[in-house]
């Protein structure tokens, strides 16, 4: 039999060290259904650019998570709902093991198809339409606060700034399945502190609220919560300069406190308070590195430089966080390779975002910490508190709702393979 000679054959060995690396580390897929066209274009072009970059950052700086590259698999929907199936199947059909959805609406008319296909779900914020549907839902992760908690939160900041006993509070929001979600948890909160809720619904885009605004003309409330999405923040905000109430007595949800919401009245706005996911600014590491690494090597998403470190973006970058250190969990238990379904599902029930980890992350102040497992899968229901200054958002000291308590060492879900 004829032999090859031995420096052939130290030159097929050659090649093959360098192959098998790369076979080792191959790319994770990451889906992503994006809004960054529609009504909404503005505020889901942040968001997706933040997510974008920080998996860039990921890949230029690290080479990826452990060294294995991220492939962030996109498609647009427009934030229309006739997109979001045909989307998450296109997404499928490309790798993706895992998704991160951009609404409630998309996580629930995915819920059949995800549990069948053993494709996790993820979105920050969200709602749970029927109680203890995510302890039983395998595949959805809807981290963070929920509408009711973030609604509690914000009930609980208007009553530490004034005694609410016998005095009328209006609850402005639009009319959506997110904002109903926590109507009865308001109620009860009223009930307790003896106070009279009045629910103002506003109709979808939310720019008609004359109807709305005469009512609380005339019930001149102590206070007013905000929970409004996209235009309808900045006309409530415009009408309340008009009315006379003072921005010190409104207290806005997280999707009220965009720099959007509030730069069309900007210096009238001032101390108008909201919740918020994360903070804003690029004073933080991370968004450091990400304009010095991904921008520095002309690889940023934003056109405007300036939309860097804006709520919205930042939102991004939290979302961008969480896939990343949910990877880097699943390969500390089933090796550095590209997960399955099952095994992202594992990493998201057990996510340990605590304050050393977000400080090595350069991530320290812009969210805040994170620990899921079975048991718990929104892992907190903690939210900051910010004040506009007139020209921008202010971090508040103190925090809104419920810190995680430590994530404890749980197998009895997603064992993964």
Known sequence: MKRGNPGQWARWGALMLGVLP???FAEQAIGVLQYRTGPYAALGTKVAGGLEDYLTLLNLRDGGVNGQPVKLLSCETGYRMDRVDVCARQLQARGATVLNVPSSGAML???????????????????????????????QFALGPDAAAEAEAMWRTLAQAQVLRGKTVVDLYLDSDY???????????????????IHLPVSPPGEEQQDAWGQIGRLKPAGMLLRGWDRMTPVA?????????????IIGSSWSGLEEAVQPVAPQAKGY?????????????VIEDIKRVVYGQGQGRMLQRQDLGSVAYNRGVMQGIILAEALRGGQSRFGVRSLDGRQWAWSLSHLNLSPARLQALGAEGIMLPLQTRCQDRRGSTQLFLQRWDGRRWQPLPEKAGLAPSPAAESTSCHEGA
Request: overall charge positive; aromatic content about 6%.
């Open 22 to 24: 790369l076979m080792a």
């Open 109 to 139: 008319m995915l819920d059949a198809w995800s549990e069948q296909q053993r494709m996790p779900l993820l979105m920050t914020g969200g709602f749970t339409p029927e109680p203890g549907k995510l302890a039983t839902t395998s595949y």
């Open 179 to 197: 904002a109903r979600a926590a109507l009865p948890v308001l109620d009860g909160l009223a009930r307790q502190a003896e106070a009279r809720l």
């Open 237 to 249: 905000l415009g009408k309340a300069v008009e009315s006379g109430l003072p921005m010190s007595r």
């Open 273 to 285: 308070t909201s919740v918020s996911l994360v903070a804003e600014g690029q004073r933080f590491p």
